[in-house]
């Protein structure tokens, strides 16, 4: 596909509740800096010229929470939103919802990103494109420091080590991931076919469909907002306070 021209389009999952991180607010529309993440995830992803329009898939008792963070975008940002649509019970049900949304507009390619990744930027977005256009079907991943063990069960919380694997061919994956956007939408389709839903990343759900996945270089802060301490760093990182 190199050197080929192309439209891009993004899916924002953004329908968890995010219970992990407590409270009654999910985490994609807890404040961080002054603005909700999703507004601020939202943002970056209108800002870039690469890419026409945004489909957000929410949960579907969640149009309050995602109007007011809308309201907080810049009115050029609006214009790039189609209207949301409700997610399913699974992320990869959620993300299936974006992709059918938006086959009337027939991206070329598609970006898939969580809606609590709001540190993405324009150079990690650069990437992603150039990465699914040349190759179909890519994923920004960064290099693992830990030691990784792979483990089987054999009692509550201990697990016996099967294997170590080598952490040089080990990356840590993120989003926003990028795919050619017709051959995302049939391994979508393929895999609800089968009855499968459980797919927690769209470069599993490309692999099994038999789609060759690489992994371009990722972001250290593009970090996903997942326990309290995450929003604690995160609104240190927007308001610009400096670390004691």
């Not at 509740?17 to 909700?36: C, E, L, T």
């Not at 997610?87 to 598609?110: F, H, I």
Request: charged share 25%; with cysteine.
């Amino acid at each position: 596909m190199s050197g080929t021209a192309f439209e891009a389009a993004a899916v924002v999952v953004a329908a968890g509740r995010g219970i992990r991180i407590g409270g009654d607010v999910p985490k994609q529309y807890r404040r961080v800096g002054g603005q909700a993440v999703l507004t601020r995830t939202l943002a970056a992803l209108a800002a870039h010229d690469g890419i026409v329009t945004i489909q957000p898939v929410i949960a579907p008792d969640a149009e309050a929470f995602y109007h007011e963070c809308v309201a907080d975008l810049p009115a050029a940002a609006r214009e790039k939103l189609r209207a949301p649509v409700p997610g399913g019970a699974t992320r990869q049900l959620s993300v299936r919802a974006g992709l059918e949304a938006l086959e009337d507009a027939a991206p070329d390619l598609v970006l898939v990103h969580d809606a609590a990744r709001p540190h993405v930027d324009t150079a990690l977005i650069d990437r992603a494109l150039a990465a699914g256009r040349d190759y179909g079907a890519a994923v920004p991943g960064i290099a693992v420091t830990d030691t990784v063990k792979r483990v089987e069960a054999v009692a509550a919380g201990i697990g016996r080590v099967v294997e170590t694997p080598d952490r040089a061919d080990l990356r840590a994956v993120q989003t926003p991931q990028a795919f050619v956007f017709r051959r995302l939408l049939d391994a979508h389709r393929a895999a609800g076919a089968e009855g499968l839903d459980g797919f927690t990343d769209d470069g599993a759900l490309a692999e099994w469909a038999g789609l060759p996945v690489v992994v371009f270089d990722g972001d250290p802060r593009n970090r996903k907002i997942t326990q309290p301490s995450d929003l604690i760093d995160a609104d240190r990182d927007f308001s610009g306070a400096v670390p004691t």
